[in-house]
């Protein structure tokens, strides 16, 4: 099972972990797990088209897996998918 | 008997390479390293334009600093080409560097054939002392400080990113901070938002920032701007800068900064925080990607908090300031991997910091296109982002 990070913003949705697993061969499989297992990332991670939502990146270790194959991006077990949506938040 | 000092130097300029002035000069243009062994106070007086300056007397523990690689070609001067032989035979015969040259007649010769001559600024007792610490490294020294203190910081806000990194950078000698904050400090904002007192509660943040940094650096010229930065002010206020902090609270500021950055060319060095949780990264326009380019859309409110709502661990902005603080003078110094093209993650609570790629995106709407062919028409007119981003705050 890959390791993927959830990022502060999402992590009510995952009741508050920071890390999870999930099974899945590919990054659309695996996210699509999480979104089973925990209803509320859906549609925070995926649009209305199944694609995921041009706000939120997601990195297979340091790689954007937009660069690479995008949902069909291949995963191990080994692998750390991290979710990165943008953030603001500091001056006030 | 002994020899003489003039038979030794004799001796010495029999068993060195020698090269005159006018080759020096050409070997320049090519980039060639000069080193300049004399003192302070002679170098202070005017030295050739591009040496690095190494005096004699500390050759054997600093000149590894301009000069890493033992097989590179040196050439070392003096006031006239006999301090400069001395040091030349160190380097060969005791540091075991392989091709180092005198110049003959030395720096008197060379300004006597009329070629360039650079007089360093002059740099006062307290400032030699005030930023000691900073003279005696290498990526900095003199040359370095000089850049500090020329250069022009713009800070957007003075809130909890904004105050460690203004505190630090005008402890470092940044000779200009412009700090934008229309906001007035309130008792919530003392659990991080250092440059601010319990005295200064209801005063101006831009005011008790002044203050703080006057206290603290009396080098530092502050200019204060008392306003939220936005469409009708951000193209008077940015061209005065070299470098952005930004700690920007919300995603329309955060686009109309890009974009307005990316079409003058200025780098933006970007933290955010929220809770336990920090990004930080180094957006130089043409060099890497700009924000757009990592995230072309903003998300939607829900997915936009501000850490006003959440909270934020008071220190975690000292954190991320500090870094971004250390980002802009290395850009400032040209020294370095600046964290170009890279995102950084840090997560106070785990302790971890992750790093992700951030690629330029060639269809960006942004900074795919030249900036100078955009009209002056053009420039400084925005879309309306307030719309654009509705929802988000």
Request: hydrophobic letters at 40%.
């Amino acid at each position: 099972m890959a390791t993927i990070r959830i990022p502060p913003v999402l992590r009510p949705s995952v009741g508050g972990e920071r890390e999870i697993s999930a099974d899945g061969d590919n990054v659309g499989e695996i996210l699509r797990a999480v979104a089973v297992d925990h209803p509320g990332t859906e549609s925070q991670l995926f649009g209305a088209d199944g694609e995921l939502n041009r706000y939120v990146n997601v990195y297979l270790n340091d790689e954007d897996v937009r660069v690479l194959d995008g949902l069909d991006t291949t995963v191990s077990t080994a692998d750390t998918l991290v979710i990165l949506p943008a953030m603001a938040g500091g001056a006030r | 008997m002994s020899p003489s000092g003039a038979e030794v130097l004799r001796q010495i300029k029999d068993r060195i390479e020698e090269v005159d002035p006018g080759t020096v000069r050409e070997q320049l243009e090519s980039g060639a390293l000069v080193v300049d062994v004399r003192q302070d106070d002679e170098w202070a007086t005017g030295h050739i334009p591009g040496a690095r300056h190494v005096p004699k007397s500390h050759l054997e523990s600093r000149i590894e600093g301009v000069a890493p690689d033992k097989s590179q070609r040196v050439v070392l001067y003096c006031a006239s080409g006999q301090r400069s032989a001395w040091a030349a035979r160190t380097l060969i015969e005791d540091l075991g560097y392989k091709s180092v040259e005198s110049m003959t007649g030395g720096f008197t010769l060379w300004k006597d054939r009329g070629y360039q001559v650079e007089v360093p600024r002059f740099m006062s007792a307290e400032q030699r002392d005030r930023y000691s610490r900073h003279l005696l490294l290498n990526e900095v020294g003199i040359e370095g400080q000089q850049k500090l203190l020329d250069a022009k910081v713009l800070l957007l806000g003075a809130g909890g990113l904004g105050s460690p990194a203004a505190l630090y950078l005008a402890a470092a000698g940044v000779g200009t901070l412009g700090i934008v904050d229309d906001d007035t400090v309130d008792l919530s904002n003392l659990q991080r938002q250092v440059i601010h007192n319990s005295e200064r509660v209801g005063v101006a943040k831009v005011d008790s920032a002044q203050a703080t940094i006057n206290a603290l650096n009396p080098d530092v010229k502050v200019e204060k701007y008392k306003v939220r930065l936005g469409p009708d002010n951000i193209m008077d206020i940015l061209p005065n800068y070299d470098i952005v902090v930004d700690g920007l609270d919300n995603f329309p500021t955060r686009y109309l900064l890009n974009d307005a950055s990316v079409r003058l060319r200025i780098p933006v060095v970007s933290a955010a925080i929220l809770g336990f949780d920090g990004q930080l990264s180094v957006f130089k326009p043409y060099e890497g990607p700009c924000y757009r380019c990592l995230f072309p859309v903003p998300p939607p409110a829900e997915l936009a908090p501000s850490c006003g709502a959440n909270g934020v661990l008071g220190v975690l902005p000292g954190t991320m300031g500090l870094l971004q603080a250390t980002e802009v003078i290395k850009l400032i110094l040209d020294v370095g991997n600046p964290l170009i093209g890279r995102l950084l993650m840090y997560d106070a609570l785990a302790a971890t910091v992750t790093e992700v790629k951030i690629r330029r995106d060639p269809n960006c709407t942004i900074c795919s296109r030249d900036p100078d062919e955009i009209s002056d028409d053009e420039l400084g007119v925005f879309p309306d982002y307030e719309a654009f981003c509705a929802g988000a705050h």
